[in-house]
């Protein structure tokens, strides 16, 4: 029997539209908006790096706890079961995935190898220690063992130095002295030596500004960046591509950043790389209303916007990264940040940072804390990792204008696709109550407003759809032109449900333990996109005229 795959997908396509028009609102009663996003698909406002997305491996021993748990286990750079299948394939399937090795410990990380100047001893408990930690240790075996692993599954390695190392402090938590960077030059010329490929080296973790535990001023900092770099291209000299140097990873303070930028001058900084916690400690009992809110979540956009224009004015050859970003400091908040409810915040901190030139988003972390991407004792990927997922393979570098200009709860962003033509929307609906059904329009077409109405049962919306479709461009022929959805949404509507539905169907391991195909379901491109209370969509459009998106 011949089946035509393309006709049954646009059937169950249709099937899948009017079931999200008519009987959700019809069972709960949802108040339905008629309403329009125009993209600007002539120009793109800003570019994002080749490998955008970016996931970190930290440091913390089992030992770290915080609000009465001790959520890290085995997740540390050090013990993670690096022969574990799941996390090879969950890292595989981004082809590639850059790897960001630092966190808090980072900076009393002894590397064992050359001549040390103290003992190299495995992190332990210690009241006055840093983070409540002495120093750990990091051994060439086990060196030889992450850099084998993250080889083999095509991660791209950022890893954080010791910055420091060979400084003293005073008895409150400034740090003073230059760096010594003896240990990191063993470290980087037994890293030659073996041939391992580091793409970056990050120098310091959370040092910035009045600092997380400790401080370094901005002037010194300034001229150890320096010497890291005369030490990269003194040790590099004869490699095809030299790592780049990237810091100050800690947070944005503008006169601090600025400092450190007007010291240590052009051609040593790479990269600014900034950390985000913006939904407060892990433990605060309202981190689901303050994901849920998009005036709070809108607030952060001042910092992505300042970090831009301190680079620009101050450091123009540089660009931002953020660093490190995992929502609720201290390890995530418990039944909330490795649930599905934290793709709202997730995935508008990778639309709204995007806006604002950013070329890498590290999350905290891969593996460990209650914000991993990863469940912990399993391995199994928590409703992030797609949300992350389909990022990498649906969004572009080139970010568009998306302009929208009702409810605040419809978060809009379009990027040109990444590996069909036209355009890629992210559509977040962070409303309880209100369905929308959104037409887009081509700026290009200034003759074209859409109406922004509410309506239970007028027709007419639907009926004007076909004047308001500029963007669709000519056709060869009357084929039926199509979209592809992707629609995310909770298990049994549960927000906080570790299962996250992809168009209805639940993304878990294959009966192989492999990662899931992410199967899209096919639209008419001339129907309205239809976006439930509470969910998230990525929209393909393929037929999009974005002359912008040619290069991207």
């Not at 797609?386 to 570098?397: Q, T, V």
């Not at 993304?507 to 509470?534: C, F, H, K, W």
Request: hydrophobic fraction near 35%; proline fraction near 5%; charged fraction near 20%.
């Amino acid at each position: 029997m011949f089946v035509n795959v393309g006709k049954l997908r646009f059937i169950m396509g249709l099937w899948f539209f009017l079931f999200l028009v008519n009987s959700v609102p019809l069972r709960l009663a949802h108040e339905l908006v008629e309403t329009g996003i125009t993209v600007k698909g002539d120009s793109v406002i800003a570019k994002n790096g080749d490998n955008f997305i970016c996931a970190t491996l930290d440091w913390w021993p089992e030992t770290k706890c915080n609000y009465d748990q001790c959520p890290w286990g085995q997740a540390s750079v050090l013990n993670l079961d690096l022969n574990n299948s799941l996390l090879a394939k969950a890292i595989k399937a981004f082809n590639p995935l850059r790897i960001r090795i630092g966190g808090s410990l980072q900076d009393q990380v002894l590397y064992d190898v050359g001549d040390l100047k103290s003992p190299c001893l495995p992190f332990e408990r210690k009241s006055d220690g840093l983070f409540g930690f002495s120093s750990g240790c990091l051994s060439m075996d086990r060196w030889d063992e992450l850099n084998e692993f993250l080889s083999r599954t095509g991660a791209i390695i950022t890893f954080g130095l010791n910055a420091l190392y060979g400084r003293h402090h005073s008895s409150t938590n400034v740090w003073y002295g230059p760096w010594d960077s003896s240990n990191a030059r063993d470290l980087m010329k037994y890293t030659i030596a073996k041939g391992y490929q580091v793409d970056s080296w990050e120098f310091g973790n959370e040092l910035s500004g009045p600092g997380v535990s400790a401080r370094v001023s901005a002037k010194q900092y300034g001229q150890d960046l320096i010497n890291l770099k005369a030490l990269i291209d003194q040790l590099y000299e004869n490699s095809s591509s030299r790592p780049l140097v990237i810091a100050p990873g800690g947070f944005f303070y503008p006169n601090w950043f600025t400092e450190l930028l007007h010291t240590s001058g052009p051609g040593v900084l790479n990269v600014i790389t900034h950390h985000i916690y913006n939904l407060g400690p892990g433990s605060d009992p309202n981190l689901v209303n303050k994901i849920l809110n998009p005036a709070h979540l809108s607030q952060i956009s001042q910092t992505f916007r300042d970090v831009w224009l301190t680079i620009k004015n101050s450091g123009p050859w540089a660009t931002p990264w953020v660093g490190e970003a995992g929502g609720a400091y201290n390890s995530g908040g418990r039944d909330v940040s490795d649930t599905f409810v934290n793709s709202f915040w997730y995935l508008d901190q990778l639309g709204m940072s995007s806006i604002y030139h950013t070329k890498a988003y590290c999350r905290q972390s891969l593996i460990g804390g209650n914000y991993g991407l990863l469940d912990r004792p399993t391995f199994e990927p928590n409703p992030d990792y797609y949300s992350a997922l389909l990022w990498h393979r649906l969004m572009g570098k080139g970010v568009l204008a998306a302009k929208f200009d009702g409810s605040p709860y419809l978060r809009t962003y379009a990027h040109c696709s990444k590996s069909t033509m036209g355009v890629t929307l992210l559509l977040i609906n962070m409303s309880n109550s209100t369905r929308f059904n959104i037409m887009v329009e081509n700026e290009v077409n200034d003759d074209i407003r859409l109406e922004v109405k509410t309506d239970k049962g007028d027709r007419s919306f639907v009926d004007r759809v076909k004047k308001s479709f500029s963007w669709i461009g000519k056709r060869a022929s009357d084929e039926q032109l199509h979209r592809q959805e992707y629609h995310l949404t909770p298990k049994d509507g549960y927000l906080k449900s570790r299962t996250m539905l992809l168009n209805g169907n639940p993304l878990e391991l294959t009966d192989y333990g492999d990662i899931p195909n992410l199967d899209r379901v096919l639209v008419d491109a001339e129907l309205p996109i239809s976006i439930a209370p509470l969910s998230i969509a990525f929209v393909n459009m393929p037929h999009f005229e974005a002359e912008a998106c040619s290069d991207h």
